[in-house]
């Protein structure tokens, strides 16, 4: 996961960024596709006492944040470094070590203490998709931020057929937003960007299910199968962006959309918070 120097700029307009605002991001976040004027001219923005050494700093992250010979990100600078040079507090929450992250497991435990309402920006740059208990970590999100706080996620929404394990839609981020009085700042898709074969997964793990390589034998010989791996399925995702107006408890979502029979009402008086 990552942030592109053209998405700073983004997340700059909305006031996720500023002098002295402390920032925890879901996820130990690589800087991406930064220059070195850029990143000085940001630090210098926020702090009027830069680091002596800014210049050569900022040499440094630029070149950690490109892409190596072969296309792939070198993933050698972190946003956490942009921002806490820019005078900003940073933080990370993660189940793998990264700048500046505490090691925590999301499926099974809460927020550190330490962190419960610490926080001005909470940022979700492609986190959540990864964990199973959904529940736990937007609570995990709310809790960190701070009454008027912003909160940004900029997740999968359609396509990403072999990353993480879910992708969200509007309608999703809406309830939340309803359920939780968060104030919805804006809303937004990126991309659609490179292209996915439905199979991915199919072909990845065939080794521990053997009947997923019957069905990928299929290809070329079935229509169904042989028409769907020909489609290049696009990946767009979804960015949002909240403040949190009031300090109340946690709220989960319950989707009605569809439901046809009539609902409990001891099971909506719980969602009515």
């Known amino acids: 996961m990552g942030i592109n120097m053209a998405m700073v700029h983004v997340m700059e307009k909305y006031g996720l960024f500023g002098t002295g605002r402390n920032v925890l991001d879901f996820g130990s976040s690589n800087l991406y596709i930064a220059s070195k004027p850029e990143i000085v001219e940001f630090v210098r923005r ?14 440094r992250v630029a070149a950690g944040s490109q892409l ?12 956490g470094e942009l921002l806490e040079a820019a005078s900003m507090g940073y933080d990370a929450i993660d189940i793998a070590d990264g700048y500046k992250t505490a090691i925590v497991d999301l499926n099974t435990s809460r927020l ?4 419960v309402g610490t926080y001005d920006t909470v940022l979700n740059h492609g986190t959540s998709e990864h964990i199973l208990n959904q529940m736990n970590v937007f609570a995990a999100v709310h809790a960190a ?11 999968p929404s359609v396509g990403f057929v072999d990353h993480g394990y879910f992708c969200y ?4 981020f809406f309830d939340l937003a309803g359920y939780n009085q968060y104030e919805v700042v804006d809303m937004w898709y990126e991309g659609p960007a ?11 793990y065939q080794t521990y299910f053997p009947v997923l390589t019957q069905r990928i034998e299929n290809i070329g010989k079935v229509e169904r199968e042989t028409v769907q791996d020909r489609i290049a399925v696009p990946t767009i ?3 949002i962006i909240y403040r949190k107006n009031q300090d109340v408890p946690f709220m989960g979502t ?16 719980s969602y009515s918070g």
């Open 46 to 59: 926020y702090n009027p006492k830069p680091r002596k050494d800014l210049e050569s700093w900022a040499e």
């Open 68 to 79: 190596g010979g072969s296309g792939q990100a070198l993933n050698q600078s972190f946003i």
């Open 112 to 115: 550190p203490k330490q962190m």
């Open 145 to 155: 931020t701070k009454r008027g706080g912003l909160i940004m996620h900029l997740v």
């Open 169 to 172: 839609t509007s309608r999703f």
């Open 194 to 204: 490179s292209d996915e074969n439905i199979f991915a997964s199919a072909r990845q």
């Open 237 to 239: 995702a979804i960015g």
């Open 254 to 269: 319950v989707e009605t959309s569809t439901s046809v029979g009539q609902l409990p009402s001891d099971l909506m008086t």
